[in-house]
């Protein structure tokens, strides 16, 4: 047995010396624990130990959990604490770790001992927490542990947090914000995110957190620095473009609110927006902040007007198949002229020339020019005007080459080409190709293939030019209406917007015939406005069809008086409704005095 005892303690001191030298982690041996309990929880003296051993190990620590068979003689040396530092020593642990668990009735005293290897004057330091029932012992251990971990790791327990310098926010709502509790480790992560979360109230302008060294531990203040409220809001230097009641319109920073620079930063960019829309393209805006008592501030919105400017010249780089002035008519956005003091020529609006770029590329790509690009627009600010240069990857003219139709094919493959127009193009033209694969999903889907996918698939020829197009379609399954459901009319009874439907519940999708439908609804003149939307049904092949109208005014009322002279007075007076109790009828009456 005992040689039995030196191989194992061999093994163990190489086990932890490596980690001890190499790592410098903490590391703990756990003696067998006595329990005085009932036998049928004798099963404790085992499983103590290894609570402690996994809790202490999620703390950082290496565990070693000795039994009766490798330290047999644990019991004799319980109370020699030499000999408890030699068992310390041997295994290479730093500290040593033993107690006892105490049970009556249904009270418990969980008792742990532990002491340093290394340090022979220290004595043993003692860690007691009482329980009640087995459920609540793993608890009891945990917490245990984490009193442990302050002695093994050196470590501090939070005592207290204070919150200091506030005055308008509460400090409940400060500290609901904080994690960190009194009882916890102090830990300065934990403390760094909770600086950051209560700085993310936005409240404040400056935060720091003290450390206060007590005898049991540490006090955490929060020093908070509020943002001064806004007394005054006042707007200089607009002059020409708008007065200061437009201007306040936008504004999201109020009165009485907490000063907050993201704000302030938004509230001049909509400014600038708004000088932009009237070609003060220059305009400056800034702010000033004067604070004043009681933590109050006031806040300026300063703006230089300068003077408007308007689009002098557009200048195209790299076109060669097409001039300036082709690709200027694709545009919204113009030059000045003469006729600008009247018109929008000469405007920048940068949502219109953002979507002149997209109207150039298209333009290309109907042309046949599939691998064109346009550039981001260069906006040059001047004194005279606004310069905007455009610069454009042309790339080689590409024309239709072989055109095919594949995959699930309900027509021969020479009809269904009969009915596109790509065929039709010297050139590659995107749009018209859209337009075809459009024509084909309305062909599919009047025959009931309501998910019917058309996709054009492209093969371009670098040598000869040309544009191989395949369109290839899987048309999924035949869809059924499975249930249409009318929506939103108030007055006009369902039977009257069912009969001028042209589709009909257990019948095949047909897109045309829900076209005709919303059609027939409209010239009605019953709504104001008609909405059509399909779901999914029970299965994959069935539909349910939502018709939600908007009810307007049916009836009218006219009347009209008149007079020859005093004696020869007349009158009329005449009443229609046209959806008469909401069946659709017409009534009209006239009257004549």
């Not at 040689?3 to 590391?27: M, N, P, W």
């Not at 006892?100 to 532990?114: A, M, P, R, Y």
């Not at 509230?267 to 004043?292: C, G, L, S």
């Amino acid at each position: 047995m005992i040689k039995r005892l030196c191989l194992l303690l061999i093994a163990i001191v190489g086990y932890f010396s490596g980690t001890l030298y190499a790592q410098q982690t903490i590391s703990v041996v756990v003696l067998p624990f006595e329990v005085h309990a009932k036998p049928e929880l004798s099963y404790l003296q085992e499983e103590i130990p290894k609570a402690l051993s996994n809790q202490l190990e999620q703390e950082g620590a290496k565990v070693l959990v000795l039994d009766e068979d490798s330290l047999p003689s644990w019991k004799q040396q319980i109370e020699n604490i030499a000999q408890l530092r030699e068992i310390g020593f041997q295994t290479g642990a730093q500290y040593v770790l033993w107690g006892s668990l105490t049970w009556i009735g249904q009270q418990f005293s969980l008792d742990v001992k532990l002491i340093s290897s290394l340090e022979e004057e220290k004595k043993p330091v003692l860690f007691s927490r009482d329980g009640r029932g087995v459920e609540n012992l793993p608890t009891t251990v945990k917490e245990m542990v984490k009193d442990i971990s302050l002695v093994l790791f050196k470590r501090e327990k939070i005592v207290d947090i204070v919150i200091k310098g506030n005055d308008r926010i509460e400090a409940d709502a400060i500290r609901r914000l904080i994690k960190s509790q009194p009882g916890d480790i102090y830990n300065l992560k934990s403390l760094s995110q909770d600086l950051k979360a209560v700085y993310a109230m936005g409240y404040f302008d400056d935060i720091r957190i003290e450390a206060q060294t007590k005898p049991d531990g540490k006090v955490i203040i929060f020093n908070v620095k509020e943002k001064p409220i806004v007394r005054n809001i006042r707007l200089r230097g607009n002059i020409q473009a708008y007065d200061e009641e437009e201007l306040r319109e936008v504004l999201t920073v109020r009165t009485g609110s907490i000063l907050n620079l993201y704000k302030i930063n938004n509230d001049i960019a909509r400014i600038k927006e708004m000088y932009n829309e009237k070609n003060y393209h220059n305009a400056k805006v800034d702010y000033k902040i004067t604070p004043q008592q009681k933590n109050q501030a006031d806040l300026e919105f300063i703006i230089e007007e300068v003077k408007r400017l308007h689009v002098t010249r557009i200048r195209f780089e790299g076109n060669r198949a097409y001039s300036d002035d082709d690709l200027k008519d694709l545009m919204t956005t113009s030059e000045e002229n003469i006729f600008s003091w009247f018109t929008d020529a000469g405007d920048l609006v940068y949502q219109n020339l953002s979507r002149d770029v997209a109207q150039i590329v298209a333009f290309y790509r109907n042309n046949g020019y599939i691998q064109a690009r346009v550039g981001e627009p260069q906006i040059e600010y001047k004194e005279e005007g606004v310069e905007i240069n455009i610069k454009v990857v042309e790339g080689p003219q590409f024309k239709v080459g072989n055109v095919k139709i594949s995959g699930d094919l309900i027509l021969p493959e020479q009809q269904l080409l009969e009915k596109i127009k790509i065929l039709e193009e010297k050139y590659y033209n995107r749009e018209v190709l859209r337009n075809d694969v459009l024509a084909l999903n309305d062909l599919y889907a009047n025959e009931g293939y309501a998910n019917v996918d058309v996709s054009p698939r492209i093969a371009q020829h670098e040598q000869e030019l040309s544009v191989d197009i395949d369109i290839v379609i899987e048309k999924g399954k035949q869809v059924y209406f499975e249930q249409i459901i009318i929506g939103g009319n108030t007055k006009t009874r369902d039977k009257v917007i069912r009969r001028e439907l042209r589709v009909y519940e257990q019948e095949l999708f047909s897109a045309e015939r829900l076209r005709r439908s919303i059609q027939n609804l409209n010239r009605l003149d019953f709504f104001g406005d008609v909405q059509v939307n399909t779901a999914a049904g029970s299965a994959d092949d069935k539909k349910i069809l939502r018709v939600d109208v908007t009810e307007k005014s049916t009836g009218t009322v006219q009347f009209g008086a008149g007079y020859g002279n005093v004696e020869s007075l007349f009158g009329a007076a005449s009443i229609s409704e046209r959806n008469l109790f909401g069946r659709g009828q017409t009534l009209s009456l006239d009257f004549k005095l």
